[in-house]
């Protein structure tokens, strides 16, 4: 006599087998609703009995060496690895700890993709919340998933204890959002690779707060609404021929994003590189003047190339994007050949003004150090002869470093020495 679990199993076989060629076209749109909502009942009920017996299914791993019963049962029916093992840990959960949430499932009163939500929104709590308030809060959401799905029960998750206990949920909360806002912030990336064929994929992962308020920011540009009419009363009317809407989600939060860099004050940021940070664009005043050309942008070695890319993408842009930033302030083109500054302050002053800080970076470009490449607005301007024994503050007398071979540049220890073509070269004292 078989196990009333295979014996199930078996019976629901044969009652799939009678139906396996009915055809739900003759069905009344009533049918068709009743015959989901319990066929999806049903489905969650044999995902837990499936589990039930996955948990307990250890030894038939063991038997033949697999690491553990989600390993085997990946193999032996042919589904993702992934699944089995988050099957497997939803299932040890539930015999473990959750049996009411095992019990609703086994009921059919939620599905999978529920209780999967539940156990997370659960075990997410601090350890200091008391078994008692872990257990109401299990019933309260067992209870509003009658109602919710996975989204939505996850945002009731995040605040269950605002409900089960308001009487302590200010210090439980707090700590646990300030385990997570450290978290954040030590997972916090932000990563640009120049992929060469004109665009650089930006990928990252920022604090949610700091998430919000870009995407918030990001709104505020992408908003089809943003350069349409206003009536009489100052109140924004419908745009007219306006093409934004018609643009896809993500090229306008892309657009966007150029906007708002587009959008900031220099003169509000961090010195950077000696100097408000400014993003510098070299171009000849004929160029400049004419259709055709490019123009050089420093700094663009700032972001790495992809390795099957240009290694120097990013660092022209044509002489019309030129114009064109040039005309919004927030750039400064360099013009070779038109009025300049005067950059040759002699013995006036021992610091490199903002001036000679932007040529240094125009002839440089990078640390001069032989075989360094780290950018020049990362660098520091060196005096070649110190000041202090009468070298002057002005181009000849200077070079960019960057701040390890500055550093090595006073150090007693080396020797430097200037090359022709401008590189520094540095020899340890013998």
């Known amino acids: 006599m078989s196990h009333p679990i295979l014996a199930a199993a ?21 049918e068709k609703a009743d015959a989901l909502r319990e066929l999806a009942r049903i489905e969650s009920r044999v995902a837990e009995l499936r589990m039930r017996v996955l948990v307990d299914a250890g030894d038939v791993a063991t038997g033949v060496g697999a690491r553990d019963a989600a390993g085997w049962y990946a193999d032996a029916t042919h589904t993702r690895f992934e699944d089995a093992r988050a099957d497997l840990r939803l299932a040890t959960a539930l015999d473990r700890r959750w049996s009411a949430l095992g ?10 993709a529920q209780a999967r939500v539940v156990v997370r929104s659960l075990e997410d709590l601090p350890d200091s919340v008391p078994a008692e308030l872990l257990d109401r ?39 646990r959002l300030s385990a997570l806002e450290a978290e954040g912030r030590r997972r916090t990336r932000l990563m ?48 007219l021929l306006d093409p934004v809407p018609r643009l896809p989600y993500p090229r306008r939060l892309g657009e966007a994003f150029c906007q708002l860099l587009e959008s900031l004050d220099p003169q509000r940021l961090p010195v950077h590189g000696g100097d408000a940070t400014t993003v510098v664009v070299t171009i000849s005043l004929e160029t400049l003047r ?41 750039i400064l083109p360099a013009v070779l050949g038109g009025r300049s500054e005067i950059l040759d302050l002699g013995r006036a002053q021992r610091l490199f003004n903002a001036a000679q800080r932007r040529a240094l970076l125009l002839r440089d470009k990078t640390c001069r150090a032989a075989g360094c490449d780290v950018p020049g607005t990362w660098a520091e301007a060196h005096h070649w002869l110190p000041w202090m024994l009468g070298g002057l503050t002005d181009l000849d007398n200077a070079v960019l470093l960057c701040a390890h071979h500055h550093h090595r540049a006073h150090d007693a220890d080396y020797v430097a020495e200037r090359l022709p073509s401008g590189e520094v070269r540095f020899h340890r004292r013998r």
Do not use: W
């Not at 078996?10 to 009533?30: C, G, H, I, Q, Y």
């Not at 050089?296 to 390795?307: I, Q, S, Y």
């Open 192 to 239: 640009l690779r120049r992929l060469g064929d004109g665009t650089t994929r930006v990928s990252g992962r920022l604090p949610d707060a700091v998430a919000t308020r870009l995407a918030t920011y990001l709104e505020a540009y992408a908003n089809p609404r943003r350069d349409g009419v206003t009536t009489p009363l100052g109140e924004p009317a419908a745009p």
């Open 10 to 30: 078996t019976a629901m076989d044969a009652v799939l087998k009678d139906v396996a060629d009915a055809n739900p076209l003759f069905m009344s749109a009533a």
């Open 137 to 175: 809060a299990e019933a309260l959401l067992i209870e509003h998933a009658q109602r919710l799905g996975p989204k939505q029960l996850a945002r009731v998750g995040r605040h269950v204890l605002e409900v089960v206990a308001p009487e302590v949920v200010a210090e439980i909360e707090g700590k």
């Open 290 to 330: 004419s259709e055709l050309g490019a123009a050089d942008v420093l700094g663009a070695g700032t972001v790495p190339a992809d390795p099957h890319g240009d290694p120097c993408a990013g660092e022209r842009i044509s002489a019309g994007e030129a114009r064109r930033l040039a005309c919004n302030g927030r």
């Open 103 to 112: 019990a609703a499932l086994r009921e059919g009163r939620v599905n999978t």
